[in-house]
């Protein structure tokens, strides 16, 4: 529990009005989009660097733990307060601040969701290329605490690629620069990989400098249909080694087709895999590329190839691959998204095992997902209120992160370890690796008050 | 329905936060439970008995207007309006202390004056007599403070060759802020006492220009009792059954503001753009957000909330003014009032409801 007087503290800090003890507010904010909760015991809105550093010190200095928040879509518990204490929810601190068209660079603040970045950015003819399914509503600086992963991450990679600097304010209140405004940079030790998917446990970003992309000119989506999981694979990873340089592969099984045909109202053809391919360039380029990609996908065992060259008519493919979770998550009452990667040469051998392992404990799985970056969102469909039913999905975790870690891939590729992985992270990591984690929070975070006991 | 027949509907949100691109409570306070997705967390404590009733938890539940954006934005569409009112006629029950005086007045005044103002029933507008079977049911807000808005809606009708009956102070009020705010045994009273007396009366066809008046009718009765008369929108009814045709003497560019009830509720969005587009020197334009993706005016809350209400109408203003627009029209009383008190800082924008503009074009003034 917080003392009155802290909470009188952090008021002369941020003023009244963004401060909440509401035991109403602090119910809702015990939620992010995993099934974990815990809950806070006070609400901060910061608005400055400075205000966010004078909580931190007051924090540092009470031994009061604190955990950043942004818009709370974290599929993880990363921004849950495990052990009560401050939510510090950086909704307020929305302002692009430095639009640099000549350098690909823009500077802004960690609450600006992803969506309104794009819209601003696009009069210009750039674009932040990392928006992830939820761009509507994330914000950078949690997409920064995730390393977020985009629809197009083939191409573009994940967030870390992205952020070339940080303004981080640490659990001493200090503030630091981190990075810097150059596209590559090797002085000292690489503190904003480090910071980059840290999940709210190093530091609060306050700032943070992004590169940007251009505008492509021209866009096409190819979707092919395949018979097997190991056709499917093979058409994911002869897509990439083909060199026709595709920017997004999606992927969507059977189950997946049928919930979202259904759902945005779709008539899609039934495979047992269905892959989106986007191709996207100069605009002479696309033609010769898709073609190409549609050679490439036949040989993989495609049963047919259809391309999109029209807007239109990719935004019905997209559609269908957005609504993918909702659908999904109208079969059951609980719907967990699970996030697994795997090397892209592995994609087809995971796909075997998901299917195999939900038939033996017994649950409804259905698979889609970042195919192309081997990451795919296997997604349980079942009811919490049942416990039996519950268990059998604990043991199909289980085993799933063990067969990924058997396929020499990892136990979450963007939605982070949080809460709902924390017990699985030795599966990937030996005690040496973990501790070295550990000794790194340690030195930056001695008094371990941000967002205590997540990752590890 | 009860809370709990909403308990499949809670359980299918998927807390994925979604609702917050839409939510209008949440983007003027970012306080996320005034968000959809709190207010079914707030439903769900209330199921589990976890909740503290206070004043902040009625605050998060009664400033929700019901505007059924957060629909748009949900994936899984999940009808957080419907489980708002479901938890509001179970507060209702059990903490009616709790609930603002304002509201507990406006559903005595319903029940006992047949309007939620509070006003006595004689102030409500004259009557007309017409056609027996078809009735211009004006709405109590009109009635009351708006009565030019009915006067011109008349007009408008007689022109086009129909000649309602309109009640004048025997007209009764439809009853919405009841479900509305929660009170839905004393609703399905009124909806009940309402068909009986137009059914004796022998209406055939209900005619309103007040949209909420037109949901609460057309929807919310069916809930409850069956309807053996039609109920259409005045738009509708203009588009379907007349030929609209008007010229306005001076040009004029204007936008359209899609009130909840009308739009998102009852998927009315074609009508008024098309009698719009149906006037002579006439300038249409299209609002920044409009149709499904409008923006609600805050009206539903301006008595309670006036700070955040106009916050909202606010924005619905800047939009209009954004797009090059002098006037903006709404066939609502409750958002012309509202977006009329933030147009009134605004030079070069003003709020103008539809029927007025329908009957001046109609003069070819
Ligand atoms: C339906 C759905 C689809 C999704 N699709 C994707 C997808 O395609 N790709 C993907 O990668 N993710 C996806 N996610 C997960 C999630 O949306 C992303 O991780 C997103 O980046 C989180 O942003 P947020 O603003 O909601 O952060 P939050 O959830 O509030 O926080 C995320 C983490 O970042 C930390 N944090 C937040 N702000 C700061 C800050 N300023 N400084 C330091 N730490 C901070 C928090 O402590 C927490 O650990 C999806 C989620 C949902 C519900
Ligand atoms: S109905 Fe409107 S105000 Fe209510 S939760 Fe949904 S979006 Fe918010
Ligand atoms: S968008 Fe829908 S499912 Fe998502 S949190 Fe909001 S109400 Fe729940």
Redesign the interface.
């Known amino acids: 529990m917080i003392s009155d007087a802290v909470v009188r503290k952090l008021e002369d800090i941020v003023g009244s009005e963004n401060v909440s003890t509401s035991p109403t507010d602090l119910h809702v904010y015990s939620y992010d989009a995993s099934i974990a909760h815990a809950t806070p015991d006070v609400i901060v809105w910061p608005q400055t660097t400075e205000q966010v550093s004078q909580i931190m010190k007051l924090a540092y200095e009470e031994e009061i733990p604190v955990t950043p928040r942004g818009a709370g879509s974290c599929l993880s518990g990363g921004p849950l307060p495990l052990k009560g204490g401050i939510s510090i929810t950086m909704t307020k601190m929305t302002r692009i601040l430095d639009l640099n068209p000549n350098r690909l660079q823009v500077s802004v603040e960690p609450g600006v969701v992803v969506d309104r970045l794009n819209e601003y950015l696009q009069p210009h003819g750039l674009f932040y290329p990392i928006n992830p399914a939820s761009s509507s509503i994330a914000t950078i600086g949690g997409c920064v605490g995730e390393d977020a992963g985009p629809l197009r991450g083939v191409k573009y990679g994940t967030t870390k690629n992205w952020v070339l600097g940080l303004e981080v304010v640490l659990p001493n209140g200090k503030v630091i620069h981190v990075g810097s405004k150059t596209f590559k940079h090797v002085a000292g030790y690489d503190l904003v990989r480090l910071m980059v998917g840290s999940e709210g446990t190093l530091g609060i970003f306050t700032k943070i400098n992004l590169r940007l992309a251009p505008i492509p000119e021209a866009v096409a989506v190819a979707s092919a249909f395949f018979d097997s999981a190991d056709a499917a694979g093979k058409g994911v990873r002869d897509a990439i080694l083909s060199g026709v340089d595709p920017s997004g592969i999606e992927l969507m099984e059977r189950a997946v087709v049928e919930a979202a045909s259904k759902h945005a109202g779709l008539k899609l053809p039934q495979a047992e895999f269905l892959i989106l391919y986007e191709i996207a360039g100069s605009k002479e380029s696309i033609e010769p590329r898709v073609r190409k990609l549609a050679k490439v996908l036949k040989e993989a065992g495609a049963t047919a190839v259809d391309v999109a060259y029209e807007a239109e008519e990719r935004a019905r493919l997209w559609k269908a691959r957005k609504a993918a979770f909702p659908a999904l998550s109208r079969l059951r009452p609980t719907c967990i998204m699970e996030d697994v990667a795997v090397p892209i040469d592995n994609v087809g051998k995971l796909l075997e095992a998901l299917r195999s392992l939900a038939k033996k404990h017994d649950v409804m799985v259905a698979t889609f997902g970042h195919a192309g970056d081997g990451d795919l969102h296997p997604t349980i469909t079942t009811d919490e209120r049942d416990e039996e039913e519950m268990k059998r999905v604990a043991a199909f975790r289980a085993d799933m992160y063990k067969a990924v870690v058997d396929l020499e891939g990892t136990i979450t590729g963007e939605h982070g370890v949080g809460i709902t992985k924390k017990p699985y992270l030795k599966l990937q990591f030996r005690e040496d690796e973990i501790e070295v984690m550990r000794s790194i929070k340690r030195a930056i975070d001695p008094k371990n008050i941000l967002n205590p006991g997540k990752i590890i | 329905m009860s809370l709990k027949d909403y308990e499949?509907e809670i359980?299918?949100c998927?807390?994925?936060?979604?609702c917050?691109?839409g939510c209008p409570t949440f983007r003027h306070t970012?306080?996320?439970?005034l968000n959809a997705?709190?207010r079914v967390?707030?439903a769900k404590?209330y199921l589990t008995g976890?909740?503290?009733p206070?004043e902040?938890?009625m605050q998060?539940v009664l400033s929700c207007t019901l505007c059924d954006i957060c629909k748009v934005?949900?994936?899984?569409?999940v009808e957080v309006a419907e489980i708002v009112e479901a938890l509001r006629s179970e507060l209702w029950r059990s903490h009616r202390d709790l609930y603002p005086q304002d509201i507990v007045e406006s559903i005595n005044s319903i029940l006992e004056r047949q309007n939620p103002f509070g006003v006595p029933r004689e102030q409500k507008m004259r009557s007309y007599e017409g056609e027996s079977s078809v009735l211009f049911f004006v709405g109590c807000s009109s009635s009351v403070y708006y009565p030019h808005m009915a006067e011109n809606t008349l007009q408008v009708l007689r022109a086009l060759g129909l000649n309602p009956t309109v009640l004048g102070q025997e007209e009764p009020c439809c009853g919405y802020r009841l479900v509305e705010m929660g009170a839905v045994d004393e609703f399905k009273r009124v909806a009940s006492e309402v068909v009986s007396f137009l059914e004796n009366r022998g209406v055939e066809l209900v005619i309103t220009n007040c949209p909420t008046c037109y949901k609460t009718l057309k929807e919310y009765y069916k809930r409850y009792t069956s309807l053996t008369f039609e109920v259409m929108h005045i738009t509708e009814w203009l588009v379907k059954e007349a030929k609209f045709e008007g010229e306005l003497s001076e040009p004029m560019t204007v936008t359209y503001h899609d009130p909840c009830h009308l739009g998102r509720s009852m998927g009315v969005y074609e009508e008024p753009r098309q009698l719009l587009e149906s006037i002579r020197n006439l300038k249409f334009v299209e609002l920044p957000k409009s149709r499904e993706e409008s923006i609600c005016c805050g009206g539903p809350i301006r008595a309670l909330y006036p700070e955040l209400a106009s916050k909202m109408s606010d924005e619905v203003v800047q939009g209009a003014i954004e797009v090059g627009a002098s006037q903006i029209v709404s066939s609502c009383t409750t958002c012309y009032r509202s977006i009329a008190s933030s147009a009134a800082f605004h030079a070069e924008v003003d709020a103008l409801d539809l029927p007025t503009l329908l009957a001046r074009a109609l003069r070819r003034g």
């Open positions: 499949g359980y299918t998927l807390r994925c936060g979604f917050q691109a970012l306080n996320e439970s997705r709190g967390i707030l404590l976890q909740y503290t206070d902040d938890y998060r934005k949900c994936p899984p569409k």
